[in-house]
């Protein structure tokens, strides 16, 4: 896909005029509890890490974008496949820290959306269903943490939701992927 060059002048002039230190950059690992069953299957605690960067708009206020990857198990099949789901993204939204009281610790509003989509496995690691990408949403919540430097540590809560259809033999299943996220994080200012 090419991008018009209008475009392109764009953002790069208003990448160009940020002043320094308008870039963050988290990394992070995750813990995730379902808020619900995966269509008929309970599934177990995920895990998983993805990585954001945001650049600040306005003192307190940055969008964001960024990606990540989480893995959700089941006590059986899915769909036919392994008793696994794996969602895979991308994530984008605006952001909004602020100190609190005196102090060097700012605490976190985040509200988004996501484009992902979920991936079943068979026995040989092979994507046997995917359910193409697709919209939801996510709201965190959590603090940001000097740790000395441009370093910070960035512990976060995170709800996000994705409704997705996939094929399977027997027709189109409709499933709804919700839970809750417990982050760290190590977040670098540039």
């Known amino acids: ?13 208003l990448v160009s005029s940020l002043p320094a230190q308008q870039f963050t950059l988290d990394l992070r690992g995750a813990v995730a509890m ?4 995966f269509g008929d ?3 177990n605690t995920g895990f998983g890490f993805g990585g954001t960067v945001a650049v600040r708009l306005q ?12 893995r959700f198990t089941a006590d059986e099949a899915l769909a036919g496949a392994e008793p696994e789901v794996e969602e895979t993204g991308y994530t984008f939204g605006l952001r909004f820290e602020h100190p609190m009281g005196s ?14 989509h979920f ?4 026995a040989n690691g092979d994507v046997a269903i995917d359910s193409g990408h ?15 430097g441009s370093w910070r540590l960035a512990p976060t809560v995170r709800y996000r939701a994705l ?14 992927l919700r839970y809750v996220a417990l982050e760290v994080g190590l977040s670098r200012r540039f």
Request: charged share 20%; no cysteine.
């Open 1 to 13: 896909m090419k991008l018009p060059w209008h475009l392109a002048l764009a953002a790069t002039t």
């Open 163 to 176: 409704s997705r259809d996939f094929a399977v033999e027997s027709g189109t299943i409709s499933n709804d």
């Open 134 to 148: 697709g919209l939801g949403f996510e709201a965190g919540a959590g603090l940001v943490v000097p740790l000395g």
């Open 103 to 116: 102090s060097r610790t700012m605490y976190r509003l985040e509200a988004g959306g996501t484009y992902k």
């Open 59 to 70: 003192p307190h206020l940055h969008l964001y974008g960024g990606w990540d990857w989480m």
């Open 34 to 37: 379902p808020a619900g069953d």
């Open 119 to 122: 991936e079943f496995e068979d």
């Open 41 to 43: 299957a309970e599934l």
